[in-house]
């Protein structure tokens, strides 16, 4: 797994002027997310955790909550635009 840390633009504010970092904090207070691998389910497995994100040729996955007991949806996804920006 590769993590990945986030560091904000400039002058970026999120909504209610927070900085817009939502994902775990590491050591130093740095917002990080850890990379791994595609979820088969939302439902997500053991071990899966808030903060991680994967990536497929169609979607970002986002796992919002840390895997409980395989019974609440813990991955969101969000499908990838076909179009060139």
Known sequence: MAVIKIVP???AKGDKGDPGL???QG???DTYFV???MPSSSLGKVGDK?????????????CIEDYEDGNVHIWKRIPWE???W
């Not at 808030?50 to 986002?62: K, P, Q, R, T, V």
């Open 9 to 11: 633009m400039p002058g």
């Open 35 to 37: 990379l791994t691998d």
């Open 82 to 84: 076909s179009s060139i």
């Open 50 to 62: 808030a903060g991680y994100i994967a990536y497929s040729s169609d979607h970002l996955y986002f």
């Open 27 to 29: 050591p130093a207070g």
């Open 22 to 24: 939502t994902g775990p």
